[in-house]
Structure formats: structure tokens, C-alpha cells
């Protein structure tokens, strides 16, 4: 509310209102299509295919003309990351299914996004979808994308929905410049590598909406409208949103470490047991964000009431003071003939009528200007403020 | 909202109101009836019953006149798929039953429509029922009815509620045209396909709702009325009812997946578990929905409470300038001899008494004007709009 | 609502006003009586005793004097039938407690009705306790009773709260005329047929609630009174009692479906399967209607709030148009001395004074209908009705 | 409500307003202190100790000096119950820790009271803590307490809270009097005679309150104030503690049940069941109120809400019928001058103006009285009263 | 409410508006960092490190100059408590995970506060994190925050967020002055004496909060105001924050007992289960107040509905009474010409005519009240105390 509250946070800016949001629409299946069949536009252009082969001593990055050429590289010994940055075309998959030997379901999963996040194990390969959502850099909304992980003996194939972001810049370098023990460990610690990258990504996403949530908590209380309501249920659809985007994920990294597989060493385990935990953060924040948001409608209605009675209490206090004195006003107002009986009116003849007049009007209005004060109608109680 | 709106969406013709709707009212037994009661009416037409046999090599279409004729076929290696199409008569089930060899409880849940969907193992026998959801095609509702999958060694019988509609002609062109591996799989693998087709049903329709929800999201802040609580209602009742139909189907599939059985190959499996999450996908959707619409009607209370608000500030703002005013106009009316005393209103006779009047009328309004518009009561914020 | 509606349905005429209810008050045990202690009457009369006495070939009906009777059946191959009507006294339950060897905790679940239903084992019997739920035949309430039952090697004691009244005469008519499997099959049988009949009687009751929902689903929003809320109430703690009534006897039936028991045939096995089918669909209906009625009382509350905001409308408008008018009027009501000074209310002697008057007026009421029919406020949109 | 209704419950009396009341503060452990640390007042008397030595054949009873005189009992085969009535000082616990082979944290559980209730295994020993509630019998409230039982072999310690009052008295008489079979029983069936007498406590104290709901059903829909209100909550809070009491009592239970004991012969394992069943009935009637108590908050917030609609009808009805007629009496008190013009206001000088005001002021009069009459307004429907 | 009251509680000073409060926002990860990055202040000084170092015979107690110190220690038969204060800096942990031999995700969780309080096994190491909330002294706040625990087979380590406050000095003095068994237990023991001080320390906290709610519980009926909701609010925030810290923890402990573990004797088990038990009825008491306050939140609602009849009522009680008299006034206030017709007015000039006009109207006025005080308007029940 203070405008140096403003400058605290980073967040701040977002606006629900504008800026891209984290609605979740699974992709839609054709109603009786083959298994397989894969929802690319025909004149879709070939993805990026990056390919970094590293082991301990080296590592090296290619840019792929197509996806045949990485097929020299997957039998080797060293650690071989195809990154697919787009979707492509029927093409690239034809190709791509053949190299990887991916089954017609795999590649359903991969291209036909979004898809509930999962872990699947399929003979050789264990396939990982998972969604990404980052806060873009410059705070104007959210980026959501799907990355599906193919992770077999001795490589990783990764495929992103949209090929401008992601957030795996840090492990490229850290690949890159040996940085930690990445260079020293399998494909497995890879995909661990880029799927806890992914899911720290929730924590600044949450962040804003728990500040957008700090914020409210004062609106509703103090200056409660209908863009409040409006503010109120978006950001309760948003957690909706991300609730259901990290709950299978948690359940996935969760039968892995259970489960067990072939292809995750007993080392990565723990690492995924790292990852795991940090889900359950995120799960965490986004129920209690989720239950703070309920707990603001109601105070929202409550306060909408309070309102209510504020503006009843003025136009009761007004009324109550003001009809009396115009019924005594309209009295003095009636026209019996005062000439024709002493009964008739003789106030008005009398020498400090209307004095005595505008002194029982005055009278009245004081007594009924205490009663209200007493009983605490003038406190003016709608200004409370929270510091 | 928007008229180009109404162009974008295929779906939002959709009357909730008018259009029919799938609410799901279980077969009510007969109590104390014997197991295997069928409520047929009993001069119902025979059911029309296609009969589609085929292998790798060949496969081929019959029309048949009774259920007997296809005897012959289903112990012949080749899979033979006999599609009833209407629930007949108890002729045709005496018959259905002796050639099939269905246990009288088989029969009882396939007839007294709809059951609840369910997986049970009988011997040489597996028998799955599934409620079809499918949105018609020139949008005017819903159709619902059950489906029953009863799966033997090399046969599939399948059983639907009624004869004009299903979701199952592009697996029968795939049949026909050999497209895909259907051909080269046996009948679990038809099941699975036919599975599949119904559950793919649920997306359109439940982004049918997915749009009537964001049509009331407008609607409930920026115009309330009693049509929109009742439109909020019946999507509610309707994803109530959805809900009920999907996941016993989910429980049902998992519990195939989960258990396996002697007629499902090991390959099936895998695709029963892509149609498993799909309908997890579909319960997803369902709940999320649901949350949302409990949601809305608490935004609508909220916003008949402004509502109210806005109303009651209008009587009070009217009510508080005029009332002190006419007092006022009360007060010149009263009929004090002024010619009695000086002290009986010596306004009446001043030579700007009326414009005195006025003035002190006009710096009354004014004042109160200003003290409503301070505390914002003409700040016009119902008018609040969606980008 | 309309009035062939009532024709419609056989059980709208069910009042939930007057006519007798299915609250559920558990028996109030004695702190610290003896196990076994009994709250009988002690001048009760003796029970009427029924033993049905069949295998496949004969079937014999019996009205026994006193249990000592049946002694000399219960040992033979026949399945002999004991049908208790009514609670007894305590020389009752000494002959029956000898007879069938009933431990003293069977006898307490029995007379000390009701209890919550359940399935317990001990050595050599299994012990069933339900509550039976039927519509009454002229549609005037409900008649709630608990039913027990203890299965033996040969025999199945039945014990009835109340003997006027049973849903079992077709499975009488069933062992007489040797209708289906009954007489082939053991006691076991009879148990599952006669706890089917039980479950399938919760079926039309479920239905008259239905019904009741489906009328005040319109009743809510066009015409809601404290009537409807104090109905729409009732029935949600009718269906709380159902609820209570049905969920114990699911659990029952599947820990003897899950378990197994040596009193059970694997055949009879699959029967209960079927029983389990229909618990649980009641369930579902009962859920369903739960979930609608609360979902009803959120419509009421609004709905109430937006006649609320109706009659302040009508207030408002009222109000707002005549106290301006009200304001006029009494200016030219004041009584300045228009003869002292040419500024005094000069109106007041023009030629045209009046018509201007009533000019003003009229301009002032037709700018404010006006404007409140430009805000909508003429539309009458309490009206809304249901198709 | 009904005057006869106070003489048909014994429970109505009770008023949960001044009453005792049964909520839980469990005792707040002291941060830091050494297991084992007991919460006793330094100069607390010694408890009262009652040994009452069983078999077959005899029963005796005792009262202790100290508890070292029980010690010559314990190792005999007779069943020694060994009642602590009263916490006592540090002194009685130095001595029953040392006779009983106490460890320090069964210690702590008995004297810092209230514990959550539970059951714990130790060597040779198992520990239950158990809260009893009781109805007073003059019904001014209920009377709370913890009873811990340590069984050993042959015997049972129990350890009540507060002397004064217990529900074991009809178990004493059992013993005395070798009534049922207790005294061919073991220490524990002792244990669960005791434990059953405070479940079987628990039925009483629910019926109050289930009694209390039913005159709040009335008062709610009939009557609401906020003494109402009041009574809502507190009920409410009160099931609350309730269900905090029972829950974790029937989890003790049904651990004992499932896991057996070397303490707990077969036979008392099937009375425990028993005991767990009415464990199971209490809790369900306890959740039935609750539901109850929270459908009743929803009903009294729509009660206050339709009371509001009666008080703004009144008004708008009064408002609107004479605001308009005050109207027509300002016209007619105008003071134009009817002799300059004869335009100005003739009716004044009408032979009939005033009867033609009156019939005027009649006609709009009885069209608004026609208007709401219409609308059904004079409908008096805030007298609905249930039978 | 009362004054005496204050006095009779300890915790009642407590002011939730300006007070620290217990929100936990968990540690942001860095979004692709190295596992084991560690955030902490570059030029933060080292923590202060106590090594308390003590068996059956001798207890010492050393401040160590730098983490190697303790080196010689750690391998000892003695227990070796290295309690480290504060999270010093990179230097520090390069130290302490040399000898400690802690991975780096050990580091990471115990640097990066707050994490989700958890426990997890490494070789020959059980980590546990802990959150401790304590009541400052004073009672002006809460002071939160995480201690972290590193059990070896001869040595704790235990790292606290802040150096200044914890609640373990009862702990060090039981082991300077050898009370309890705790010099004669293993680090286990020791881990288990600081984490049960950790619990306790939420039970003063806990009941801090009760009591507000049960001045809430008087405030919310009788007076309730904008500043009793924003109360309500935060108390329910709070309690969420509450549980957040408490959940986890008793998962944490309920996993140690059930699945146990090398490096915690069997005896230590038994007081885990002691510990775990506190944790429980933590849960319990928070479980309640949440259930509470979302109580007092509804009968605010209500309660403010309330307000609004009784201003209604006030409101309406008077315009229905004045308005009919001002109605009779402006009668008598018409000008019509009493000259020029017998008809017109003749009232006025009657020799009664004022006295009838105010018999009239006291008539009318006092048929008013005589309905209103009928209705029971006057009951002035919005002064309902509780005792
Ligand atoms: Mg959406
Ligand atoms: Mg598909
Ligand atoms: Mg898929
Ligand atoms: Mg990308
Ligand atoms: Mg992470
Ligand atoms: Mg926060
Ligand atoms: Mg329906
Ligand atoms: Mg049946
Ligand atoms: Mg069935
Ligand atoms: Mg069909
Ligand atoms: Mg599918
Ligand atoms: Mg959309
Ligand atoms: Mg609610
Ligand atoms: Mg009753
Ligand atoms: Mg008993
Ligand atoms: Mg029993
Ligand atoms: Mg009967
Ligand atoms: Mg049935
Ligand atoms: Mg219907
Ligand atoms: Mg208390
Ligand atoms: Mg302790
Ligand atoms: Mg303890
Ligand atoms: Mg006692
Ligand atoms: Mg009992
Ligand atoms: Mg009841
Ligand atoms: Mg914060
Ligand atoms: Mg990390
Ligand atoms: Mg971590
Ligand atoms: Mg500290
Ligand atoms: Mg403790
Ligand atoms: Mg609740």
C-alpha cells in the first residue's frame, strides 16, 4: 500500500490482470486417433538440436542439422544431452523415433502438450514429463512450457514445447566450465540436474503471488471493491493452476525414489531426494497460499457487510434525527383557524413560539445526536488500518 | 461477453438450460428380484447386431439377423467383435446368454442401464462397463449412454445402450483400412482402442463447461443476476455428474493395470496406461472446474452484496441532502404570527429572507455533496470490466 | 411445481413435514451393565417365529410355539430358515441363546437395536446386523428397522426389530416356487439374497429425496421462503442419516467379499460382489444429493440477497424520485412575505407560477426514471423461471 | 419449545450456557524437564487406595495406607485391582513407581493430566489413558477426568484423576456379587469392563447435546437471536472436544485389536471388539452433530437474512404508500397566489378540491396496497412453525 | 474482557497486530546452483561453537576457536556435543564439512533456513531438521527458528540459525550437574532431550494463541468490529504457519520409530515415542483453534448481519412512525378554501380541530408502537453477555 513498499519488492509489478497467467488446458486427444498420432502443424519449421557430449575430461556442443547426426554419439561412453528446443514437424519425429527407438505413446506424451506431468518407464528408457513455469525477467507474467525428458543408458533427450526459454543456462555452464561434480556423473544426474532447476523455479512464481496475497490482506480489510473480488478469485485460479502443475510432479519424483530404476544410480537417488523435498516446499506454499485465499473471501464478505452497516448507520442517524423535526416543522405548518377557538393552534399566537418551537426541535435532536454516541455510532471504526 | 467471442468459441452455443444434460440416475432394482432380472420392455425390437471379424490379413463386416450366427466365429483365432446395438429384447439376451455363456449378473449389468462403471473378472471372461459421454455434433447437448466390453479369449462383445450413436467410427475405419497395429493385435487390443474413444469423449465436453465457466467469470462481478446463480448451479450439478461417470472408469482402469489379467498381453498394458492418464487428465479437469464454480458462488454473493452497497449508498446520498433541506422548507412553512411578536420567525419579513433561505439550503447541499464525494461514494466502481 | 408434475412422480406426495423421518439414534448402551445385557421389555410378548425349512426338492413353512422347536432342523442338510418377527423377551432369548449357542455380545447387537450395521465373525457363525430402509407403501414416510442376521452350517437366524412389516416375501415366493437358484444353494445364499433385498430397497427411497431436490432446486431461486430453507435442511439430515445408515453396511459387505469366510461359497462370493455394486451406488446417490443440498443452501442465501437488493430498489426508486418532488413543494409551502420585498418567493404571484412549478417537477421525475431505467433497475428480472 | 417437550427429555435441563463444559487443555509439559518430571503440588494429601483382590471364589476389599502394602498381592494369582483415587504427592509416586516397576514416562503420562487418551506397550506392562466424561447426575453439566490403567499380569493399577466420582461402581457390585463372569476372568477383562463403563459414559453426554440441536433446529429457523448464535458456537466447540476425546480412544482400541498383546486373552479380544464398536457408534453420532451444528450456522445466517427482507418489506411498504401521498399534501400547502392567475393552483377554490384530494390520495393509496398484496408482501411468512 | 482478567493470564499481552509473528517463508533456491551452494553473507562472522564433551564420570564444556578444534573429540567413547550459533560463513562450513564428513546437501539444508522440517539418513549420519518456536520471555512476540541436527556414533552436531535464544539451557544443566539419566546415555539420547524441548516450546505458544480466541469468542457476539475480523484473520494465518511446522515434524519423528536406525538405541525409541506423542496433541490444539476460528469467522458474519437488523429495525421503527403523522400534518398544511365551501377542510375550523388532529395521531402513533413492541422490535437483545 505505502509506496515504499513498492521499491521492497521485485514482484510487486506483476499484475494478474495483464500479464500472462498459468491456466493449464491439457492437450485435447483426438477422439478415436491412432496411438501416436502427433498434434503438429504440417508446415511446422524443424526444431534447434543442440547436442553437448561431455564426460570428465571433455565436453563438446553441436548444432544439429538434423536429428540422424546425434546418432554417432549415443553408444559412446560419454554423457550425450540432445536438447529439442520446439516441437518440429512429422519429420523431425519420424527421425527422432527411429534414432531413440521411441515408442508411439512416448512420442504422443512429447509433442501433444500439455500433458499431466509423469514419470512412465518404458524397456531401456525412462521418460519424464514435467511442466515449467518461470517468472519472466522483467516481471510481466509467467512462462509455462512443457519439457519432456527421455533419459536411456548413455544419453538424455530433452524436449522443450517453446525454443526461446528455459532455464537450464546455469547447467550449460556448469557443464561447460566443469563447475561441481556434473562432469563426473551420468546421464541420470543430468536429468536430476535440469529437473531441480525446473521445479526452483516455482519458488520466485509463489513468491509473487504470496506478496499479491500480503497485499490484499490490507485492501480487503481497509478499502474492500469489486476489483479486490475479482484480484481475489484470479490469484486463487492461478494456485489452482500451479497446484495442479506441481502435484504429479511431486507424485513422479516420488515413485522414482520409491521404485527405483535401472538407470538412477544409488548416488542421484539422493540428489532426487533433494528435488523431492523441494516439491513438497512448493506444495506447501501453494496450500497455504490456497487457504489464505479462502480465508480473504470470507473476509472480504464480512467487510463488504461492515460497509453496510456503516452506510445504513449514516442514513439512520440522518433519518432518525430529521423526520421528527419536520413532522413538529409541518405542525406548525397545518392551517387550523386559530380565530375561530383557543384550542386551535395557540402557539402560534403565543409571543416565544417559535422560539419554544426551535427549542424542542434543538431538544430532540440532542437527545437522539446522545443516544447515537452512546451507543458508539459515531466511532468512526471503517478507518482501521493495519501498520 | 464480446460478440467476435462468441465466433471464437465452437462450443459456446451450448444452452445449459435448454440443452440435455447428464445427469446419471442409476438402474433402480427391483427389490427382491431374482439375480439376473432384466428390465426390458417386453415388445422391444430385436437389437441390431454387427458382427466385424478380422485378422492380419483379412477383415470382414456382417449385418446379423440373430445372435446365433455368430457362433461359428468366436473360436476361430481370428478376432471377431460383436457390436449389439440396442439393448433388445429377452429373446435376445436367452440367446446373448447361451452362446456367450455370460453369467446372469453379466447379463443383469448390461441390460438395467447405467450401471456404475466397473472392471469384474468372471472365468474366461472380463467384462468392463463404460459411460459414453459424447457432445453432439451440432452442439446441442450431450448424449450419454453405457457401454459394456465383455472380453473373451478371442472375441469381443460389446453392448450399448442405444443404437444411433458411438465414438467408435474411426476404429472401425482403422479396422477396415488396416491402419495402425490394430489389425495385428487381438481383441484386448480392440477393447483398449474402444476404451480409449470414449474416454477421449470427456475433453470436448468438459471444455464446453471450461467455457461457460470463463463466460461467468465476467458475469458474476460485472453483471449478477438471478440467472447467472442458476447457470452456476447446473454446471455445478453437471460436474458433479461427470464426475461420478469418470472415476469409477479411472478406478476401474487402474485396478486392470494394477492386477493384470490372463486376456490383456503384456503390450496392452502400456497402452491401457496412456488411457488411464487420460482419465486422470479428465478427473483433473473435472476438479479443477468444480473448484472453480464453488468459487463463483462466492464471488456472486459477494457481488449482490456490493451490489447492495451501491444501492444503499444511492437512498442514502438522496435521502441525506434532501431530508435536512426540506426540514428547512418545513420550517419557513410554519404559520407563526409574525405579527404577534418579534421573535415569532422575523425571517418571513426580511427583505432577503427567501434568498437567505436558499443560500443556506445550497451551503447545506454542498457541504454534504463534498463529504460523500471525500469518502469516494461517487467513485462509480461497479463498472468495473475484464480486459 | 406445475401440477402435472405431481402426476409425473409416485413420490412426490412424500412430505418431509409430517411424515415419519429415518434419523438413526443408536441404542444407549447401560454404563457398566453385565456383556449381554439385554433392554427388553420384560412383559413383551414372545416373538412369532417362522421356520422355513427347504432343499432343492421340498420346502416346508412353519409358525413355531417357541424356539425349542427348531432345534431338531437346524443340524439336518436342509437350509432351515429361522425368521424371528419382533424382539421377544428375555425367555425368548434364554431358548434362543441355548439353541444357537449365541454368545452373549451377539444377543446385546440383536435386542438392543439399532446398532451400526456390521459383519462379525465367530466360531462356527457369522453375524450380520442391517438396517432396513423402506418407502411405505402409501408414500406416508419411511419405515426403518434392523435386521440380523446369524449364518450357520445349515441355518440362518434372521431377527426383525419389528414384525409387521419386511421386504423379503419375494424371496418367500422364490424358495415356495423354486424361482431361480435359491433352492440349489445354501444358506449363504439366502443370506446375500435377503441383505440384496435390503440394499434395493434403499433405492426408492433415494429416489423420493431426488425428487425433493429437483423441486426445490426450482423453489430456491424463484420463490424462496423459510419454508424452503427449512426443507432444504431436513433433507440434508435425512441424507445424513441414510449416509450413516448405508457407508457401515459397504464396509461390511467388502471385509466379507476382501476376507473370505468358510460360511461363503466361492459362488455366493460373486453374488455378494453384486450386493457390494448396489451399496456403493447408493452411496454415490447419497453423496450426490448431499453435495446438491448444500449446494442449495449457498443458492438460498444469495437468492435471498438478491430479493433483498429487489425490495431496496423499489425503496430507492420510490424514494428517490418523490422526496425532490416532496423538497419542491415545501419551498413553495414557506411563507415568506412576498409583499415586503420583491425577492421573496416572487414565484409565487407569476401568472404561470404553478405550471412551472409543476414543470420543475415533472423534468426532475422523469430525468431520475430516466436514469434508473438506464441502470436497469425496471427489469424485472426476479421473473426468472425454469423451463 | 413446547412446555411438555421440557418433561419428555431428562437431558433439557442442562445448560451449556453456565454449565460445566468438557473442553481439553492438555497439560502444557515444562520445556526441558527431565522425563518423568511430575506436575504435582508439593503438600497434595495421599490418594485413597483401594485393593480389591479377586478369584473365583473370593473378593476382597481393601483400603491401602500406603501403596506398599499392596505389594504382597501383586504376585499372587488372584486378580489384584489396585484403584488410585486421586494424582497424590511426590511421595505416593516414589512408592507406586517402585512397587509397580513404573517407568518414568508412564509416570508422567498418568499425573500430568490430561493426556491425549492411547495405549502403550512396555515390558511386561501395557499402559491405557483414557478420558471419562459423565453426565452429573443432578444434570449441571458433566464431569470430566483421566483414568490410566496399567495392566500387568496379575494385576490392574488404575489411576483416577479426581476422587470424588467414577462410573465403576456397577463393576464393583459385579465383583462383590460374582455377577456375569468377571471374577473367571482375568485383570484384563477387568481392564476392559472399566474402559467399557467410560465409553458407554460417553452416550448420555451426546444425547444432550443431540437434544440441544433439536431445540436450536426450531429456535433457528423460528426465533433467531444472537443468543442463538451463541449457542451454535459453543455446541460446536464442545462436539469439538468431544471428538478430540473419543478419536484417539478408538485407535487405541483397535491397535489392541489388530496387534493382540501376551496380556489379552482371545476371549477378552472379542469383547474389546465390542467395546471398539461402541467407540465407532459414539464417533459417528459425534460427527451426525457436528454436521448438524454446522448445517445450523448456515440455516441461522439465511434466518437473519430473510428477517432482514420482513424489516425492509415493512419499511418500503410504508414508505412507498405514503411518501407519495406526503407529496400530494406539499402540492396542495403551496402557497401560490390563486388571485393573480387562474392558473395557480384553482383546485383550492374547487367546491369539491378537497374531496377531489382525498379521492386522489385514496386511489394511489389502495393501487400500492393492490401492488404489494400482489407480489404476495402481506404474506406473513415469518410465522412458519414446525409441528 | 473484564480487567480481572488480564490479570489471571500470563499471555494475554500479547498483540498480534504489532508482535513478531511465526510466518515461515522457506529458503528460495537459486535456480540451477551447484547442490550445496550455500547462501550465506560473504563477510559474515564465524559462529560461536560449543563443544560440550561429557560421559557417565565427567561433563566438559570448551568454546572453540574454529571447527578443526573438536577434530580429537569426535572419535572418543565420550558424547561430543558440538552445538554450533549462527551459520558463520563459507570458511566455517568448509571446516565443519571436512571433519563432519557432511554432504553437500546436508550443508545445503542446514545453511539455507528455513527448510521443511524432516529427517533423513546418510551413511553412518541421521540429519534432522528441526523448527523451533519459543514464547520470548516478555511475551512481546514469538521468535522462530531452525535448529538443525547431525547425529554421529559418538557426537551431535547442532547447528541454530540465531546465536542469542534457544530453550536448551535445561539441557545443559542436566548434563553439568548429572541429573536424569542423560550422562549415561549416547548422542541419541541427547538429540532426543533437545528436540522434546524443541516440542514443549510450542505448547506455551500454543496456548497464547487459545486465549485470544476465547476473547475473540466474547468480542465476535457482542462487539464485533473491522478490527475483530483483521484479528480473526491473522490468528487463522498464524495457525497455518503453526502447522506447517508442526506436521512435518511429527512425520519426521513417527518415521524414526517406526523404521528406527543404528544410531538410536532401543531404550531412546521409547522416550521418541514420548516425544512423538507431544507432537501429536501440538497437532490436536492447532487442529482445534483452526476449527475455532473458522467458527468465530462465520458467527462474525453473522453477528454483523445481526447489526444490521437491529439499525434496520431502529431505522424503520421510526419512519414508520413519523411518516403517517407528517402525512396527517401536511393535510392539515393544505391551502384549500374553506371559504368558498363547506366541503373543503371544514376541519379547521372546528373548535376541536387541532385537539382531534393530535388525538389522531397519538391514536396512530401509538398503534405503531403497540405493533412494533408486539413483534418484540424493543427487545433490546443485541446486549446478550456471555458470563
Ligand atoms: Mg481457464
Ligand atoms: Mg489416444
Ligand atoms: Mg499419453
Ligand atoms: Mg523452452
Ligand atoms: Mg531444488
Ligand atoms: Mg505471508
Ligand atoms: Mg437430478
Ligand atoms: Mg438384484
Ligand atoms: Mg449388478
Ligand atoms: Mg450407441
Ligand atoms: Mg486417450
Ligand atoms: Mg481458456
Ligand atoms: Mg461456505
Ligand atoms: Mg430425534
Ligand atoms: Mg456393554
Ligand atoms: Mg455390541
Ligand atoms: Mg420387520
Ligand atoms: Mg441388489
Ligand atoms: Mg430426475
Ligand atoms: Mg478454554
Ligand atoms: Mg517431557
Ligand atoms: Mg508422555
Ligand atoms: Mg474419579
Ligand atoms: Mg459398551
Ligand atoms: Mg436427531
Ligand atoms: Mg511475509
Ligand atoms: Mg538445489
Ligand atoms: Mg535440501
Ligand atoms: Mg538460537
Ligand atoms: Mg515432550
Ligand atoms: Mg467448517
Known amino acids: 500500500m505505502a509506496p515504499n513498499r513498492l521499491q521492497l519488492s521485485k514482484f510487486r509489478n506483476f499484475n494478474p490482470e495483464t500479464d500472462e497467467e498459468v491456466d493449464i488446458e491439457y492437450s485435447s486427444p483426438q477422439p478415436g486417433a491412432i496411438p501416436g498420432t502427433l498434434d503438429l502443424e504440417p508446415d511446422a519449421p524443424p526444431p534447434e538440436i543442440i547436442l553437448i557430449d561431455y564426460n570428465e575430461h571433455n565436453a563438446e556442443r553441436f548444432t544439429l542439422n538434423s536429428p540422424q547426426?546425434?546418432?554417432?554419439?549415443?553408444?559412446?561412453?560419454?554423457?550425450?544431452?540432445?536438447?529439442?528446443?520446439?516441437?518440429?514437424?512429422?519429420?523431425?519425429?519420424?527421425?527422432?523415433?527411429?534414432?531413440?527407438?521411441l515408442h508411439p505413446l512416448i512420442q504422443e506424451d512429447v509433442v501433444n502438450v500439455p500433458q499431466r506431468p509423469k514419470v512412465e518407464e518404458y524397456?531401456?528408457?525412462?521418460?519424464?514429463?514435467?511442466?515449467?513455469?518461470?517468472?519472466?525477467?522483467?516481471?510481466?507474467?509467467?512462462?509455462?512450457?512443457?519439457?519432456?525428458?527421455?533419459?536411456?543408458?548413455?544419453?538424455?533427450?530433452?524436449?522443450?514445447?517453446?525454443?526461446?526459454?528455459?532455464?537450464?543456462?546455469?547447467?550449460?555452464?556448469?557443464?561447460?566450465?566443469?563447475?561441481?561434480?556434473?562432469?563426473?556423473?551420468?546421464?541420470?544426474?543430468?536429468?536430476?540436474?535440469?529437473?531441480?532447476s525446473i521445479i526452483d523455479g516455482y519458488f520466485p512464481v509463489l513468491e509473487a503471488y504470496g506478496e499479491q496475497i500480503e497485499d490484499l490482506e490490507d485492501e480487503v480489510v481497509t478499502n474492500p471493491t469489486p476489483r479486490t473480488l475479482d484480484k481475489i478469485y484470479r490469484i486463487k485460479r492461478q494456485l489452482l493452476n500451479l497446484r495442479r502443475a506441481i502435484w504429479p510432479q511431486r507424485d513422479a519424483i516420488n515413485s522414482l525414489i520409491r521404485d527405483g530404476n535401472d538407470l538412477i544410480t544409488h548416488e542421484v537417488q539422493i540428489y532426487l531426494r533433494d528435488c523431492y523435498d523441494h516439491t513438497v516446499q512448493v506444495i506447501d506454499m501453494v496450500e497455504t497460499y490456497r487457504e489464505l485465499t479462502s480465508g480473504l473471501m470470507d473476509v472480504y464478505l464480512s467487510s463488504i457487510s461492515n460497509r453496510m452497516n456503516e452506510i445504513m448507520k449514516l442514513l439512520t442517524v440522518i433519518s432518525s434525527i430529521f423526520i421528527p423535526l419536520t413532522f413538529i416543522a409541518g405542525i406548525y405548518g397545518m392551517n387550523f383557524n386559530t380565530d375561530k377557538s383557543r384550542w386551535n393552534m395557540p402557539e402560534l399566537n403565543w409571543d416565544y413560539g417559535y422560539l419554544f418551537c426551535w427549542g424542542l426541535m434543538i431538544v430532540i435532536a440532542a437527545s437522539l445526536v446522545f443516544f447515537f454516541w452512546k451507543r458508539g455510532w459515531f466511532a468512526n471504526f471503517s478507518t482501521i488500518r493495519r501498520k
Request: hydrophobic share 35%; net charge negative.
Open 69 to 101: 547426426e546425434c546418432g554417432a554419439y549415443l553408444d559412446t561412453e560419454s554423457v550425450s544431452w540432445v536438447d529439442v528446443l520446439g516441437l518440429g514437424n512429422q519429420e523431425t519425429w519420424r527421425e527422432l523415433g527411429k534414432i531413440f527407438e
Open 123 to 196: 524397456e531401456n528408457q525412462l521418460v519424464l514429463i514435467a511442466l515449467m513455469v518461470i517468472l519472466k525477467p522483467n516481471h510481466q507474467g509467467f512462462h509455462r512450457e512443457q519439457v519432456s525428458f527421455v533419459l536411456g543408458k548413455n544419453y538424455l533427450l530433452t524436449v522443450q514445447e517453446e525454443p526461446e526459454q528455459d532455464c537450464f543456462d546455469s547447467v550449460r555452464d556448469r557443464i561447460r566450465f566443469n563447475k561441481g561434480i556434473i562432469r563426473k556423473q551420468g546421464p541420470d544426474y543430468l536429468a536430476y540436474t535440469l529437473l531441480d
